[in-house]
Each structure stands twice: as C-alpha cells, then as structure tokens.
C-alpha cells in the first residue's frame, strides 16, 4: 500500500517562496518517477514538475526557472522548491508517483497520488 503525503503549502505573497514536501509510506521515491502537479479552481491539473528513478529533473513550463525538483534519498521525501510566486501559482499541488513506463509529463501515467496541499498566493 503506497501512501505520499504533501506538506509544505500555505498563503504566501507574490514573490515569496515554498518549500513543498512529498513524504511515501510504502514506497521508495529512488524507484520511480515522482511528479509535483497542480490543480487551480476551475481548471484541469497541470503537470509542474518530475523526477526519474535516476534523478533526472523535468519541468513544465509553468514553473521553469522559479521551481526546482529535488529528492533526499535518506529521508525518502521529495521536494519541490517554489520561488517567485505569483497568484496564478494558487492551486492544490499534488504529488505522485508513476511505477510503469511512458512519459513522465503525461498525468494518466502515474498511478499513486497524495490528497494535495494547498498553494495561496496574495496580490
């Protein structure tokens, strides 16, 4: 039984910085792709950012340059580092693992998901 816990959101201001947190239970993020999407009012969840078994980061467009995927093997969690926010950064941003094949921007592909953290950021 996988389990991933997102921690980590909150209100921040436009400018400021995040730390989210993915914590497993069941899993082992080394093993697998893990991803960071996000999901705002009225909108369909978008892919924010990935990282393969081997630590290869991807990242969307909507956080290329601000964000940054990172993973402590230690500690079994994965991060995601968020800077220059902005309110269209506001979303529940969830975390997910994806243990079979195919791309790692693609959202049906992952098949374990935490319940969401949410992300407000004040004009």
């Known amino acids: 039984q996988v389990e991933l816990v997102e921690s980590g959101g909150g209100l921040v201001q436009t400018g400021g910085s995040l730390k989210l947190s993915c914590a497993a239970s069941?899993?082992?993020?080394?093993?697998?792709?893990t991803a960071w999407f996000r999901q705002a009012p009225g909108k369909e969840r978008e892919f924010v950012a990935a990282?393969?078994?081997?630590?290869?980061?991807y990242y969307g467009d909507s956080g290329k340059g601000r964000f940054t995927i990172a993973r402590t093997d230690v500690a079994n969690k994965v991060y995601l580092q968020m800077n220059s926010l902005t309110p269209e950064d506001t979303a529940v941003y969830y975390c997910?693992?994806?243990?079979?094949?195919?791309?790692?921007?693609?959202?049906?592909?992952?098949?374990?998901w935490g319940q969401g953290t949410q992300v407000t950021v004040s004009s």
């Open positions: 069941g899993h082992t993020f080394s093993s697998a792709s």
């Open positions: 997910a693992v994806k243990t079979g094949s195919g791309s790692n921007y693609q959202i049906t592909n992952y098949n374990y």
């Open positions: 990282m393969s078994w081997s630590g290869q980061p």
